[in-house]
């Protein structure tokens, strides 16, 4: 079945940068699109960014330009996300989500997200 | 930027009453590119409704979806036990615009 399996927990200290990885499975990984979603302790839902795995094209959030980064790699259909420059509010669960698909012909980014992974914690303190 | 406001903030109810959960845009959306997700503690969200009125794999009828240009609303029918959670609303766009609305909690009364 189709699956995201997130890297596991991590725990950074101010400033250091945080590299999380999303491997998927049961599906041709350069079809769909990957994002990225943050949740703070207690908050909503909040978008970093998304990537196409063909190719590796990219759209970041305002708020997290400059701070992140995210990469495919096709050979193990794995997506990686990098934030950098962590700061103690960036404490939160992120988690990988598959949304939007690639046809022969055209991409379609603006679709719902379908496919979660379980979510990583990570905790940003001194 | 596109601001989704939920209401109410908290909603509680009783096993078999129905729920009314609100989705305010801050200006006119196409339906195509609203949805609804579930989250329950300590689980990842769970895609419920798609395009505004669509249910995704899996979903029992009791939820539905409804509304257009700024106003969107999910019910759920009949509450079920395993139905008290945050939900949220979701808009995304042809120019990489997604956003969440802050989510309404709904618990048993």
């Known amino acids: 079945q189709v699956q995201l399996v997130q890297s596991g927990a991590e725990v950074k200290k101010p400033g250091a940068s945080v590299r999380l990885s999303c491997k998927t499975s049961?599906?041709?990984?350069?079809?769909?699109?990957i994002h990225w979603v943050r949740q703070a302790p207690g908050q909503g839902l909040q978008w970093l960014g998304i990537i196409n795995p063909s190719g590796g094209s990219t759209n970041y959030a305002q708020n997290f330009q400059g701070r992140v980064t995210m990469t495919s790699d096709t050979s193990t259909s794995t997506v990686y996300m990098e934030l950098s420059s962590l700061r103690s509010d960036d404490t939160a669960v992120f988690y990988c989500?598959?949304?939007?698909?690639?046809?022969?012909?055209?991409?379609?980014?603006?679709?719902?997200?379908?496919?979660w992974g379980q979510g990583t914690l990570v905790t940003v303190s001194s | 930027e596109v601001v989704l406001t939920q209401s109410p903030g908290t909603l509680s109810l009783s096993p078999g009453e129905r729920a009314t959960l609100s989705c305010r845009a801050s200006?006119?959306?196409?339906?195509?590119?609203i949805a609804w997700y579930q989250q329950k503690p300590g689980q990842a969200p769970r895609l419920l409704i798609f395009?505004?009125?669509s249910r995704a794999t899996g979903i029992p009828d009791r939820f539905r979806g409804s509304g257009s240009g700024t106003e969107f609303t999910l019910t759920i029918s009949r509450l079920e036990p395993e139905d008290f959670a945050v939900y949220y609303c979701q808009r995304f766009g042809s120019s990489f615009q997604y956003s969440f609305g802050q989510g309404t909690k709904l618990e048993i009364k």
């Open positions: 049961g599906y041709t990984f350069t079809t769909y699109y």
């Open positions: 989500a598959r949304g939007g698909y690639c046809s022969s012909t055209s991409c379609h980014p603006a679709n719902a997200f379908d496919i």
């Open positions: 395009a505004a009125s």
């Open positions: 200006q006119s959306l196409s339906s195509d590119y």
